[in-house]
T-cell receptor, first 113, second 116 residues
Framework: GESVGLHLPTLSVQEGDNSIINCAYS??????FIWYKQESGKGPQFIID?????DKRQGQRVTVLLNKTVKHLSLQIAATQPGDSAVYFC????????????FGIGTKLQVIP | DSGVTQTPKHLITATGQRVTLRCSPR?????VYWYQQSLDQGLQFLIQ???????AKGNILERFSAQQFPDLHSELNLSSLELGDSALYFC???????????????FGQGTRLTVV
């Protein structure tokens, strides 16, 4: 029979262009955020993190922006390459007592050569 | 290779059965996390152990349980299995509890569980 799967938002980007992947989080008390990349058949891989007392953090070819006012997180990938094709997840972590980790559903990035 | 080892890679079992998934964290990592990734719900945090003690709990069903042993490996036990439990189960490890210092978590390749 037919399988029913999660319909992930998909972003198609031309190779060499910049990509922006967005994530809305739910808990204003979250104090830490992580972006993960998951390639087909593999486990999620850490890309970059940011604490709630920051609004921007840069890594190699990636930048994470945090807007706490509207509870929005974005991942910018510069000069997107075919190897960047994957599903990207954001995760929000709230500490204090039992720490809680919540993942977004993910965005599928397709890089067009 | 992340250094996190999960066994088995694939598991097929019948409804009502019980299975145990195993995770060996990276050498020196004290925290182990379990996640479920199903087709209809994305990645869900289940539970975290730190140095043998439960530290954080997510959306883990009562039919599921986990433990971390003195050698820091962890097992996730799933019982009274239902069709909806079919998913990828990931384990991740990190050196410390999330929120302090280097909090990067490294994921294993996952165990694909199919309940028929």
């Amino acid at each position: 029979g037919e399988s029913v799967g999660l319909h992930l938002p998909t972003l198609s980007v031309q190779e060499g262009d910049n990509s922006i992947i967005n994530c809305a989080y739910s808990n204003s008390a979250s104090d830490y955020f992580i972006w993960y990349k998951q390639e087909s058949g593999k486990g999620p891989q850490f890309i970059i993190d940011i604490r709630s007392n920051m609004d921007k953090r840069q890594g190699q070819r990636v930048t994470v922006l945090l807007n706490k006012t509207v509870k929005h997180l974005s991942l910018q990938i510069a000069a997107t390459q075919p190897g960047d094709s994957a599903v990207y997840f954001c995760a929000e972590i709230s500490s204090g007592g039992y720490q809680k980790v919540t993942f977004g559903i993910g965005t599928k990035l397709q890089v067009i050569p | 290779d992340s250094g996190v080892t999960q066994t088995p890679k694939h598991l097929i079992t019948a409804t009502g059965q019980r299975v145990t998934l195993r995770c060996s964290p990276r050498s020196g990592d004290l925290s182990v996390y379990w996640y479920q990734q199903s087709l209809d719900q994305g990645l869900q945090f289940l539970i975290q152990y730190y140095n043998g003690e439960e530290r954080a709990k997510g959306n883990i069903l009562e039919r599921f349980s986990a433990q971390q042993f003195p050698d820091l490996h962890s097992e996730l036990n799933l019982s009274s299995l239902e069709l909806g439990d079919s998913a990828l189960y990931f384990c991740a490890s990190s050196p410390s509890q999330t929120g302090t210092g280097n909090t990067e978590a490294f994921f294993g390749q996952g165990t694909r569980l199919t309940v028929v």
